[in-house]
Nanobody, 127 residues
Framework: VQLQACGGGLVQAGGSLRLSCAAS????????MAWFRQAPGKEREFVAA????????KYANSVKGRFTIFRDNGLNTVYLQMISLKPDDTAIYYC?????????????????????WGEGTLVTVSS
């Protein structure tokens, strides 16, 4: 599976962005998808995840209520809608995919279970 993320950019605090991640190659079917981010000088952190069916989602506490992850399996694409952006949201955002069952593991948010990663898209939020 190849993942290509896009949609990043420069936005003022309080603004919105929608990231997209298109999958190609092997079938998209059965994969749980996630977004992670890495800010300058910081470690990678989990942002959000969604099951293959879209019936379950989970979020980092720092983005709950502001970010929404959703997917369109017909288009092999997962999205991250971000609103009320803060300067602390500035980071490179990566999409990732893993076998569906891994979604339910307690260590999912470490990122170590992810099998495929996209190259990332930069989000910069100005104050």
């Amino acid at each position: 599976v190849q993942l290509q993320a896009c949609g990043g950019g420069l936005v003022q605090a309080g603004g919105s962005l929608r990231l997209s991640c298109a999958a190609s190659g092997r079938t998209f079917g059965g994969y749980a998808m996630a977004w992670f981010r890495q800010a300058p000088g910081k470690e990678r952190e989990f942002v959000a995840a969604i099951t293959w069916s879209g019936s379950s989602t989970k979020y980092a506490n720092s983005v709950k209520g502001r970010f929404t992850i959703f997917r369109d399996n017909g288009l092999n694409t997962v999205y991250l809608q971000m609103i009320s952006l803060k300067p602390d949201d500035t980071a490179i955002y990566y999409c990732a995919a893993t076998q569906g069952g891994n979604y339910y593991r307690d260590d999912f948010s470490t990122g170590n279970l992810m099998q495929y990663w996209g190259e990332g898209t930069l989000v910069t939020v100005s104050s």
